[in-house]
């Protein structure tokens, strides 16, 4: 089976960074990913790591250390409308298998 | 691209009453997968139908079932409802092996 932990809560301040990091159990890995959720909305992707290091879109980081099973979601230039719910999610093997998700974390941004 | 719709946004249902969710893929997807989340949890994985077929399941009772259409639009059926079966549930389909695109869910409430 698989296992992913997290954070299950983080405040920062508008402008500044955050890190929310994941430690992921899995008996075979293809890749981890990082979904966005707002109270009463659906899970949003923001990012995919199937390889060792630093994958950057925009403001939104995500590295992956495969030998560490760590991976963590960066984000840049917080905004109010950061405060949201973040997963990370693993798959154990290629193609249809499900994602597995973690509880989430819970990002308050503050002014 | 439409997107994922699911149906009804909410639902409220009695006890040992039975209830029928609906998705709709987004145009092109091939895998449909259905998700359960708890209040201030992480989605769970119910089940996942790839053309047609059930190609996963999560730890979920048979009281729980599903199915898949031609064009890709899905159905989550429960029987013997119970209180603890409140929650959102989310259906995602994809293509890609790592992007899943959620609808926003339907969420139930058992009385």
């Known amino acids: 089976g698989q296992s992913l932990e997290q954070p299950s809560e983080v405040t920062a301040v508008e402008g500044a960074i955050v890190q929310i990091n994941c430690t992921y159990q899995?008996?075979?890995?293809?890749?981890l990913s990082w979904y966005q959720q707002h109270d009463g909305g659906a899970p949003t992707f923001l990012s995919y790591?199937?390889?060792?290091g630093l994958e950057e879109t925009g403001r939104f980081s995500s590295f992956l250390s495969r030998s560490d099973s760590y991976g963590y979601l960066l984000l840049q230039e917080l905004q109010m409308k950061d405060s949201a719910s973040y997963f990370c999610?693993?798959?154990?093997?290629?193609?249809?298998?499900?994602?597995?998700f973690g509880k989430g974390t819970r990002l308050s941004v503050i002014a | 691209e439409t997107g994922v719709t699911q149906s009804p946004t909410h639902l409220i249902k009695t006890r040992g009453q039975q209830v029928t969710l609906r998705c709709s893929s987004q145009?092109?997807?091939?895998?449909v997968s259905w998700y359960q989340q708890a209040l201030g949890q992480g989605p769970q994985f119910i089940f996942q139908?790839?053309?047609?077929?059930?190609?996963g399941r999560g730890n979920f009772p048979p009281r729980f079932s599903g199915l898949q259409f031609p064009n890709y639009s899905s159905e989550l059926n429960v029987n013997a409802l119970e209180l603890d079966d409140s929650a959102l549930y989310l259906c995602?389909?994809?293509?890609?092996?790592?992007?899943?695109?959620f609808g926003s869910g339907t969420r139930l409430t058992v009385v």
């Open positions: 995602a389909s994809s293509l890609e092996p790592y992007g899943y695109t």
């Open positions: 899995t008996s075979g890995f293809y890749g």
């Open positions: 790591n199937a390889l060792d």
């Open positions: 999610a693993v798959r154990d093997d290629s193609g249809n298998t499900p994602l597995v």
């Open positions: 145009s092109g997807h091939n895998t």
């Open positions: 139908y790839y053309r047609e077929e059930e190609n």
